[in-house]
């Protein structure tokens, strides 16, 4: 697929506040690609609590966070954004009339304007602190599975003891040749209904338990995994041979390389002029929970408010010669692009 993109707005974080964003550019005309971090749109909303009932989004007593996030994805899709899922933006670069992104996948997009709500930062991964674990991720080191035909027949290592740890193996073991589960502890902080099943099998004989260990090295060649090696505090070693390694160590976020694009910062947060969420790069907007001004809430419909101030102040840059006309979504209906 082409890894090279023009369009008007580059908007950098898939949340609730750079979906919004999208309808907001959309209705003043402007075209936009999306790139966030995660495998999915919704940010915090999909990755720290989609099943948790929201009660601040106006016109909606109750709404949960994962609905949301599919109304506001329905809501713009009708301006065809282009998203980038599962990659970081890691350069932002000055062209002629606009900016360069480059994402960790070498996806290429020049913009005229760039909004950046990115909220907390990237999410990544929690990887585990073994030597050399790079040249295996996404050959044998998996952090999410996108399809469970991918370990079929495969010996895997899953590491963890949360919901995610424990759902893929109740998974996996079907498909599975082996399942072999690493924790450090022989609780599990897996819901109760999940952990009991998870000790049936063991006891059946069907998957292994391996409790409690730690990560300690992996053997292999050239991305191909041979072994895991497990440890125990005491440093009493195991080798257990494995096709896969699963490490399932929650989600954590980074400023990353925001921090890298000479905007002034507030501590970790971009700091903008609330009449535009302008940045003091120009060109650059930033809007959501990344960014600072004084009276800022980190609620989503802030967020939202600061969408609508960003699409406008970039309709004026990019269309000079045309001044916008206001008007109500009720009277516009929502243009074709
Ligand atoms: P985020 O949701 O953080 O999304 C930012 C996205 O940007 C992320 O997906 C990230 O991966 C991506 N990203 C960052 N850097 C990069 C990069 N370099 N390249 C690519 N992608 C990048 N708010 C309310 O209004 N009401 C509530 O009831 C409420 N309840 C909450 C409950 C919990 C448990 C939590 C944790 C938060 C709650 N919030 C609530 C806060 C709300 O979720 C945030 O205000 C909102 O998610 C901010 O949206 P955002 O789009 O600015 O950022």
């Known amino acids: ?3 090279r993109h023009t369009t008007d707005v580059i908007v950098i974080g898939a949340g609730p506040v750079g979906l919004f964003a999208v309808f ?13 971090a995660l495998d999915a749109v919704g940010g915090q909303c999909t990755a720290l609590y989609p099943e948790k009932p929201i ?18 994805q329905a809501q713009a899709a009708p301006f065809h954004p282009v998203y980038h899922l599962g990659q970081r933006v890691e350069r932002l670069e000055r062209t002629a009339d606009g900016w360069r992104a480059t994402t960790s996948r070498g996806v290429e997009i ?30 044998s080191v998996f ?19 949360g919901d995610s740890a424990v759902d893929w193996v109740l998974s996996l073991q079907e498909v599975a040749a082996r399942v072999m589960v690493v924790h450090r502890r022989a609780r599990f902080r897996a819901a109760p209904e999940s952990e009991a099943r998870l000790k049936a099998l063991a006891a059946a004989g069907s998957i292994d338990l391996v409790v409690p260990y730690q990560l300690h090295a992996l053997e292999g060649q050239g991305g191909k995994l041979d072994a895991v090696i497990v440890a125990t505090l005491d440093g009493e070693t195991r080798r257990l041979e494995a096709d896969a390694l699963l490490p399932f160590f929650g989600l954590s976020m980074e400023l990353g390389p ?30 959501g929970d990344i960014v600072s001004y004084p009276g800022k809430l980190k609620l989503i419909l802030c967020g939202f408010s600061e969408a609508a101030m960003a699409a406008r102040a ?3 840059r990019v269309h000079p010669q045309t001044p916008l006309h206001f008007e109500y979504s009720t009277t516009s209906g929502v243009p074709n692009l």
């Open 55 to 72: 009660y601040d989004i106006p016109g909606y007593p109750r709404i949960n966070a994962a609905d949301l996030v599919h109304n506001l």
């Open 24 to 36: 907001e550019c959309g209705m003043v005309r402007l075209r936009c690609h999306v790139v966030d």
């Open 314 to 316: 970039i309709y004026a």
């Open 258 to 287: 925001i921090a890298t694009w000479d905007l002034d910062l507030d501590r970790d947060l971009i700091v903008v002029d609330p009449a535009t969420c302008a940045t003091s790069a120009d060109g650059i907007y930033a809007i």
């Open 143 to 161: 952090y999410y599975v996108t399809r469970r035909e991918d370990f079929r027949d495969k010996r895997v290592v899953i590491a963890g003891g």
């Open 110 to 139: 020049e913009a005229k304007a760039v909004i950046v709500a990115a909220g907390v930062g990237a999410f990544g991964p929690n990887r585990p602190p073994l030597a050399g674990i790079e040249a295996y991720e996404g050959r």
């Open 1 to 3: 697929s082409n890894s």
